[in-house]
């Protein structure tokens, strides 16, 4: 100890040379848990940088389905203002009959619905079979245009002829 001045000696250690050197000790371990928490948020953010990038990806996908689904309308609103402009003014032949075989099911469910409902009031305990029979009547010549009413008018004539049999 007498060769080497005091404190200089590289075997002994004064006491703050040694307090010092377990705070480097510390220090190193928090560095060891700042370089963990380094390594953690770096592979999370590249974590979600991937899920961002995957998302924008989905995204344009996105963008280009409605881009197709929006020229698609387009093409078809255009479809549909051509045969506009083409079509005959008042119609073809097809749409003239489909019109009048609609307005003469309605004026007959009308006159059926009328005759009901007045021969009700007049007397509520009217025969219901005879009614049946009326609106039959007003029913047939349009049973053709709705496979429902014509299976309304097969069932409802088997019940008639049930009940009068």
Same mark, same amino acid.
């Given at each position: /100890?007498?060769? $080497?001045?005091?404190?200089? @000696?590289?075997?002994?250690?004064?006491?703050?040379?040694?307090?010092?050197?377990?705070?480097?000790?510390?220090? /190193?371990?928090?560095?060891?848990?700042?370089?963990?928490?380094?390594?953690?948020?770096?592979?999370?953010?590249?974590?979600?940088?991937?899920?961002? &990038?995957?998302?924008?990806?989905? /995204?344009?996908?996105?963008?280009?389905?409605?881009?197709?689904?929006?020229?698609?309308?387009?093409?078809?609103?255009?479809?549909?203002?051509? !045969?506009?402009?083409?079509?005959?003014?008042?119609? @073809?032949?097809? @749409?003239?009959?489909?019109?009048?075989?609609?307005?003469?099911?309605? !004026?007959?469910?009308?006159?059926?619905?009328? $005759?009901?409902?007045?021969?009700?009031?007049?007397?509520?305990?009217?025969?219901?079979? &005879?009614?049946?029979?009326?609106?039959?009547?007003?029913?047939?010549?349009?049973? $053709?245009?709705?496979?429902?009413?014509?299976?309304?008018?097969?069932?409802?004539?088997?019940?008639?002829?049930?009940? /009068?049999?």
């Amino acid at each position: /100890s007498e060769a $080497h001045p005091r404190g200089s @000696c590289p075997f002994v250690r004064p006491p703050v040379v040694r307090a010092m050197a377990g705070g480097y000790a510390e220090a /190193s371990g928090w560095q060891r848990t700042v370089a963990d928490q380094y390594e953690e948020d770096r592979a999370r953010r590249l974590a979600l940088e991937r899920e961002l &990038e995957e998302l924008q990806m989905e /995204s344009e996908r996105g963008k280009q389905v409605l881009d197709n689904l929006a020229e698609k309308i387009q093409a078809l609103r255009a479809e549909v203002e051509r !045969q506009r402009r083409t079509k005959p003014e008042r119609g @073809c032949a097809s @749409c003239h009959a489909v019109t009048l075989q609609v307005d003469a099911a309605a !004026q007959s469910l009308l006159g059926s619905a009328g $005759h009901v409902a007045r021969a009700l009031l007049r007397d509520m305990g009217a025969d219901r079979a &005879e009614l049946l029979e009326t609106v039959l009547r007003y029913l047939e010549p349009v049973k $053709h245009l709705d496979p429902d009413l014509e299976d309304l008018y097969t069932r409802a004539q088997a019940s008639i002829s049930r009940v /009068s049999a």
